[in-house]
């Protein structure tokens, strides 16, 4: 992480991801209570829900653990906040597999839909040709990967300045 305190956080600040997410409040609590059940706009609506849940939800999730390890950090622990390969790979598949298991589960569909009922009312209908939306987690992929580039070219510069933080010259032991 870099040692200026930013939030390990751009990842879910991607101009896509944040996109999904204005769709996804849009359609949600704008567009849906709109449509007609049954009619041809519940249906976009729904397919609209995946597909920007998809894109934003695994690196809102990478965000969500990466905050939680910065505050571990600022508190002692020895862990690293700042976005990794494995913690994006991870999410996308969490994320996948949880979608799928959503979409294909009445039991699943009842878990997901009683967790979101604790902040407000929610209802999922298992449905097979959802999953033909799970390649929108390459969205959240591109995501990740341009936030470690980032991450990679600022820690770059940082070996290429002429001192680093332990005061050595930089190429010097």
């Known amino acids: 992480m870099r040692g200026d305190g930013t939030l390990p956080i751009g990842e879910a600040m991607h ?30 609506t729904g397919k609209l829900s995946d597909l920007a849940g998809l894109a934003a939800a695994p690196v809102v999730l990478t965000a969500v653990v990466g905050l939680g390890l910065w505050i571990a950090r600022r508190a002692g622990a020895p862990v690293e906040p700042a976005l990794t390969r494995r913690r994006l790979l991870a999410a996308i598949a969490a994320t996948g597999a949880g979608f799928t298991a959503i979409k294909l589960s009445p039991t699943a569909a009842g878990w997901f839909t009683a967790a979101i009922g604790l902040v407000r009312s929610a209802a999922v209908a298992p449905d097979r040709t959802d999953l033909l939306c799970l390649p929108m987690l390459g969205v959240a992929y591109l995501a990740g990967r341009d936030e470690l580039r980032r991450l990679g070219s600022s820690v770059g510069a940082r070996l290429r300045s002429p001192a680093s933080p332990t005061g050595a010259r930089a190429g010097r032991p």
């Open 15 to 44: 101009p896509a991801v944040l996109a999904a997410v204005g769709v996804l409040i849009l359609n949600d609590w704008v567009w849906k209570p709109w449509a007609r059940p049954g009619g041809w706009q519940a249906a976009v």
